[in-house]
């Protein structure tokens, strides 16, 4: 019998068997008398134990048993959770889900689990005590670290890989990152270590893993094999342009020293699956292709079907081609005034609206899906904090689409950590304050208009704007007199500029901008933006907008001269009509009244250099009025074309200079319309 052929199912099956586990266990450590959830988890993983048996995965089959075993004392009543049990138990499952990644990755899924099946037989005997408890705590959790006496640095899939890019005139390097002493959220750096080598070339292994490496599971250094065409000097030299980077040592290996860090047997120790292509994503993440489901349950499984990801895509794609051919026909009709020729095509566009619906729909995920793995990562930063934690999510179920849910990750896990690290005060000082000793951080999301909005808000100490703008100016990024200006919310924008916490001594603020630049980023290229609030003493809000979709949006098509634009009619209030005699000069800006209240007045043709359109030549202008927060403007244009659904599209490296242009579209008369950026235009 083929077993290939249902692996695809053992790992979409395990995956969601895993993050059932995670979820259970998490609720049984709130309510440690509740035998139905005790029920569930048992269910889960006795299911789990037989399908790896039945592959022939013997590892992670003996594992599930002894955890098998344990549960069932305790659904009995015959054993009493307590800390230790719940802590062996996620060990128990971060092993089981290393072993489904390796499964993953190609490998046999092979683990040592011998210590964690000496401790679960312990607590079954009845064996444990508080000591062995205090032992437990001390080490270091399963699969971390580097690899053991005997083990291979690089296993056979991995070495066959670098050997191979030799053999096609390509450079393997070995790369050690050292981060500084004083570096607050080492991930943070490493994710931007990360970026660099991805441009440069492939990852094929990192010491420790990428999983660890995420969750800080390393002293200050790592170690990285890729391939590249880069020279060794110009790799080190983009590492070392990094904040907080101690040291970069770039190796180059021929074959010879590949032979010397491989071998071929299976490696001893944990097998680990090639951490190919694969950059740190947010801590605790689900494995590949988790994040793109609602977790089955057992009501509905009958009911949904598995479609790979890349099905959605192309189904997307020819949509989109579809979509531009029925605007075209648009056109021709009310050229040709044919009635008969009119009726059909307004038939297309009904049917071709609702098939529009359901295709954007296919591609909406729930946000749960991002949301379900930071119970966990909150609870054992708590716990490596000393603090208590409660995490409360709300909206879990509004949708978004795939490729925002896709990369929205890593953002929240920088903003999330920032919260529980730098927000939530120790027990102690809440005590002080007259606050609970648990501190609270919500997790929302909701839909607002054409964006939704995913909100993280703590209880914490707030943000000190005296700290943050002392920080700001040593570091050179504003001067006195700037700040003297400033108000609050910008004031508190400024820990997302880069390298805003390099500090030497990491004071009570520094640390909250470590990796905030990564987050700005990160959701600007998303077509979002991110505002924070914050009141002393009270607490901080981290909001961050987001797009509904990043594929098919309603447009308003402008012209300027001979060019056509579309601007999103998310971002549009109404139109106008400007004169020329209602725009006033004030300090050299451009400003109207309008609705009571001054806004600026932009230009496109300005911004855009636009070559044969003189906007200066009538008394009257069109005017387009834009709003982003509790920002206003008025842009003026040359003609209002009506409003139109587009396609977006990618320019890549095309224009990467104008942050004013976001994409471009194809019109149905096959000419290409860019698509403007309102809020760059704030901005």
Known sequence: MDMNAYLSMFIDESNDHLQALNENLLRLENSPDDLSIVQDIFRSAHTLKGMSATMGFEDLAHLTHEMENVLDLVRNGKLKMDSHIFDTLFRGLDALESMVRDIVGGGTGKLDVSELVGQLRKIVSGEYTAAAETVAAAEAPAGTGTPQAGEAVLDQFQYSVLQQSLGTGHRVYQAVVTLRGDCVLKSARAYMVFNVLEQAGEVVKSLPSVQDIEQEKFDSSFTVFLISQWAADELKKRIEDISEIESVHVTELDAE???????????????????????????????????????????????????????????????????????????????IKSAELTETVEHMARISADLQNIVLKLRMVPVETVFNRFPRMVRDLAKSLNKKVDLVITGAETELDRTVIDEIGDPLVHLLRNSVDHGIEPPEKRREAGKPETGTVHLRAFHSGNNVFIE??????GIRRDKVLATAVKR????EEQGKSMTDEEVYMLIFSPGFSTAEQVSDISGRGVGLDVVKSKINSLGGSVTVTSELGKGTVFSIQLPLTLSIISAMLIKLGSEKYAIPLSSIMETTIVKR??????????????????????????????????????????????????KWAAVLVDDFLGQSDIVLKSLGKYL??????????????????????PNALIK
């Open 257 to 335: 020293a590949l032979s010397a860090l491989s071998k071929p047997s299976q490696p001893s120790g944990p097998a680990r699956p090639a951490d190919g292509q694969d950059k740190p994503k947010a801590a605790g993440s689900a494995p590949a292709g988790a994040a793109d489901r609602r977790p089955a349950t057992g009501a509905v499984a009958s009911k949904t079907i598995r479609v790979d990801i890349e099905r959605l895509d192309v189904l997307m794609n020819l949509f989109s081609e579809l979509l531009i051919d029925r605007v075209r026909l648009e056109q021709l009709a009310s050229e």
């Open 456 to 461: 993280i808000e703590d209880d914490g100490g």
């Open 476 to 479: 050179g990024i504003i001067t």
């Open 581 to 630: 005699s209602q725009i006033h000069n004030i300090h050299g800006s451009a400003m109207i009244e309008f609705r009571g209240a001054i806004i600026p007045v932009v230009s496109l043709a300005e911004v855009l250099d636009s070559p044969d359109y003189d906007d200066r030549r009538e008394e009257e202008c069109e005017a387009v009025i834009i709003r982003k927060g509790d």
């Open 656 to 677: 990467s200079g104008y942050s004013v242009i976001s994409g471009a579209t194809i019109l149905g008369d096959g000419q290409v319309a860019l698509i403007i950026d």
